[in-house]
């Protein structure tokens, strides 16, 4: 790797966390290449952190995520287990074999045309319909997209978007995916719906050396290593193959950085009660299992709460979004993580995994929230003070890990990243001898204004803070959801609505130790105390035992009073 970057492996555990990762390596693949306007600093965002380069049979250099993604048989639609990238039609036919063959052909699934359109107006698709790799201007990433002819929109209707692979543009190393093929992704039978199923997925011999095999094959080419991150889906099986993924890490790579993101899809239907008590013991299981085996795990979900009582789905200020849609949900979740990782990505001075887990999960704190501003409210003509100082008047942040409002209870600790902000706004333009409306405005430096807001908003916290010029990336196939009263770099207009799409937004994202989740946690283990367990036995049979629900419980409450009022800090 060159630069020295401080290299990260991603992992994708299930079909929600492959929507989530769909949008996610959407978002990397537009920032990369792009010509930078005088606003943005070019380099802010190492995407060595995230990327491998390697060649292709023809000799042409590829630059491809760093990534091992795990789904079941029946899930990936078009895209080939192998990927497309390193395929070769004239090497296919190329066969030694002189005697008689019978070819059996397996009818491929068409690729979603709104894709196709995009791909191909991005020169990724010839004329012949033969793949052909984006060339790497300065050896990364693709080219600018040229936005001179746009004969449709690229944005895919949500009902053509089935599977996540119907809407990842971005190419694939043949050793990313590892299929499943013992369970199903769709129909009633084979399901991998439990804990206990999906830790066994990776005590059968034929996964787990296929798991270690890829790790292998993306960890020895690295130079520093930083750690992993592990997006996994906590309300089906997939809970449990996290669970056994994150053991294998903690002890093949010991000292590296383990931060999972667990994955949970929108609002539930309360006329399942079995797959509503199935993501309940899931989802708790896979909360104590990964706390214990990384360096912290955050929930990220839109909807209102983690246990059986249903809640409204959280609401944006300037986004229409519907909860139902994992194509909606999952570009928001992407969203924010794009953000909230800012950190350990940075190009100069980069908080490593490591160093902000131990920041975050101090005395036993290993769960932690997100909340985000989707888009952050930023006015042309105001300056950063100003919309600050605005903010602090309501409660402005959303909570994105289904523990309430953490805005309203103590934090301990918070990492904090707002991105998107041009440099000109960054402190107070008032002429001087104005009076000064709030402290803000007397900073002289945007990090400087930054570090006091949230010093007022939490003086007791332990805070980092991370302002950046570069935005988040919005560009197609990213779903339609801003209000029509921003511009196309996610400012509010005033007047009349926009005649363009928006393409890059400002985030405010947030990661807190919060003490809303000693009654989440509890909350968990009481819902949990009060079910009939004889009712659920197939929950049981797939592997979990009576001593491993007293264990459960117990491991809950034991990290629900992590976070009570009064905890102490760390010296």
Avoid at 168 to 193: F, Q, T, W
Avoid at 324 to 334: D, E, G, K, N, Y
Avoid at 402 to 430: K, M, Y
Avoid at 472 to 491: D, T, W
Wanted: hydrophobic share 35%; with cysteine; net charge negative.
């Amino acid at each position: 790797m060159a630069g020295g970057a401080r290299e990260v492996l991603t992992l994708q555990l299930g079909h929600f966390a492959g929507f989530v990762g769909a949008h996610w390596w959407n978002q990397q693949d537009a920032a990369l290449g792009r010509n930078t306007d005088a606003k943005e600093s070019p380099g802010e965002l190492c995407p060595d952190v995230l990327y491998r380069t390697g060649r292709t049979l023809h000799g042409q250099e590829t630059y491809t995520p760093r990534l091992i993604l795990m789904d079941l048989k029946g899930s990936l639609n078009s895209l080939r287990e192998e990927g497309g990238l390193y395929r070769d039609k004239q090497l296919d036919a190329a066969i030694a074999w002189q005697g008689k063959l019978t070819t059996h052909k397996e009818e491929v699934s068409p690729k979603n045309p709104y894709l196709q359109d995009l791909l191909s107006a991005e020169g990724v698709l010839s004329s012949d319909g033969v793949w052909r790799v984006k060339p790497i201007p300065n050896g990364k990433g693709p080219p600018p997209v040229s936005t001179a002819t746009t004969p449709k929109s690229f944005i895919p209707p949500e009902g053509s978007i089935r599977v996540w692979s119907d809407f990842l543009r971005v190419d694939l190393h043949p050793r990313s995916i590892c299929m499943i093929h013992k369970y199903n992704h769709d129909g009633e039978a084979g399901r991998l719906e439990a804990f206990g199923q999906g830790e066994s997925v990776l005590k059968e011999p034929r996964y787990l050396e296929e798991l270690e095999d890829r790790l292998h094959f993306y960890v020895e080419e690295c130079d520093y290593l930083q750690g992993f991150q592990i997006l996994c889906d906590l309300h089906d099986g997939f809970s449990g193959v996290g669970a056994k993924t994150a053991e294998l890490l903690r002890d093949e790579y010991s000292g590296r950085g383990i931060i999972t993101w667990g994955l949970l899809p929108g609002p539930y239907n309360l006329r399942e009660p079995q797959k509503n008590i199935y993501r309940l013991l899931n989802t708790a299981f896979g909360l104590v299992h990964l706390s214990t085996y990384s360096s912290f795990i955050c929930p990220l979900s839109l909807g209102g709460n983690l246990g059986l009582r249903p809640k409204p789905p959280v609401s944006f200020p300037y986004l229409h979004y519907n909860a139902t849609v994992p194509f909606h949900c999952s570009a928001i979740l992407a969203t924010a993580l794009d953000t909230v990782t800012v950190p350990y990505r940075l190009r100069s001075s980069p908080v490593c995994m490591v160093h902000l887990a131990d920041m975050l999960s101090f005395s036993g704190k290993k769960v932690v929230t997100a909340e985000a501003i989707i888009p952050f409210p930023l006015v042309p003509g105001k300056s950063l003070p100003d919309v600050l100082m605005q903010l602090q008047e309501g409660s402005p942040w959303t909570s994105l890990s289904a523990c309430g409002n953490p805005s309203e209870t103590h934090c301990f600790a918070q990492a904090v990243v707002l991105r998107g902000i041009d440099r000109a706004s960054h402190i107070s333009q008032l002429i001087s001898g104005t009076p000064l409306p709030s402290a803000l405005h007397a900073c002289t430096t945007g990090e400087e204004v930054l570090a006091q807001y949230l010093q007022q908003q939490q003086p007791r916290a332990i805070s980092s803070s991370h302002l950046l010029l570069t935005p988040c990336r919005v560009a197609p196939p990213y779903p339609h959801l801003f209000s029509s009263s921003f511009n196309q770099h996610g400012a509010i207009l005033e007047g009349l609505p926009r005649s363009t799409a928006v393409k890059n937004i400002p985030v405010f994202g947030a990661l807190r130790s919060s003490a809303s989740l000693y009654q989440t946690l509890g909350g968990l283990a009481e819902e949990l105390s009060k079910l009939d367990l004889r009712r659920w036995a197939s929950f049981m049979d797939a592997g979990v035992e009576q001593d491993d629900m007293e264990e459960l419980l117990q491991e809950l409450r034991n990290l629900a009073h992590c976070y009570q009022e009064g905890d102490s800090f760390p010296d």
